[in-house]
């Protein structure tokens, strides 16, 4: 018999427990032999006296080395900062604090891709079918790194901060993908015609390592003219490369594209850890009412089963999720299911129709 392979699971806030659950329920139901541990952490946490993001989490996903994490709330506009003490992937002893439970995750297990595939299912209501993209977000560095400071009461300043090596790094990782996968164009997106030193170094370094793979056909493209360009015409694109803060705001526009952020699934990848979440954030004002479109998180977990190899599981979950969409009796409601719709409902019709 195989060995079951062990998930951390990070249930999070305001709906990430629904949709969490619904996502375990399914992959559990798929086949693949998974051992959960449910590790609290965010906002929940703190309300249960517990530290937004303690050291077992830490422990866990350094353990596991997989997590599948549903969304965790930061406060907006207010100065909120997570501390982080050592643990087993960071022995060091002084602490380190960060804006918001993702970032220190990131951070901390030098998460430093984040992938988010942008696909239209034909069920699903959109402005657009057939899109297909697959956006490679550099994860580790630009704005992101929360470098700011007040200069005096009226005046606040942030430093963007771009690598070459980041760039270098994350530009192999989606090429090595495009490869993998079989997919043939990247865009790589860019302000350098203002931001000349940041963004052109993150377009010559990024290019640098197109040109090492010929059968990638690589262009650069100016970011608002990309998102002029993705919302006019999709299908002119397949595959993206951008630094942090524009890539947190295409995959947005992404989904958008597709039906919404409850279609949009994202994964974290480094070295040693790989953490699945979706897309959305945590929804409190719909929290608790069954409500709560599951279809993100479920997609995030398959591309956590496709991670490892449960490729045959992760295309039961996808044919049995297209087949449900379809009927679109049980679904949630913004999917256009009816009274008998919802987070459990739909959970059901997917373990069925497996």
Known sequence: MASRREITLIP???????????ARAIVDASGAAFDWDVQPAGLAAQASGLPALGPAVFESIGRTGLA???????????PYRIEVGAHRMNPKPEPRVYPSVAIALRKEFDLYMNLRPIRSFPAVPSRYQDVDLLIFRENSEDLYLGRERMVDDDTAEAIKTITRGATTRAAKFACETMVRLGRKKLAVAHKSNVLKLTDG?????????????????????VIDALCMELVLAPDRYDCLLLANLYGDIVSDLGAGLVGGLGMAPGANIGEQCAIFEAVHGTAPDIAGRDLANPMAMILSATMLL?????????????????SVLER???VTGDLGGGPGGGTQAMTQAIIEAM
């Open 201 to 221: 170094l993150f377009l010559r370094a990024a290019m640098d390592v197109a040109a090492q793979y010929p059968q990638i056909e690589a262009r650069d493209r």
């Open 328 to 330: 679109r009796d049980r």
């Open 12 to 22: 999070g806030d305001g709906i990430g427990p629904e949709v969490t659950a619904a």
């Open 68 to 78: 599948l994490k549903g969304p965790t709330g930061t406060p907006f506009g207010t």
């Open 306 to 322: 496709k991670h490892v190899g449960e490729l045959e599981a992760a295309a039961r979950i996808e044919r049995a999720l297209t």
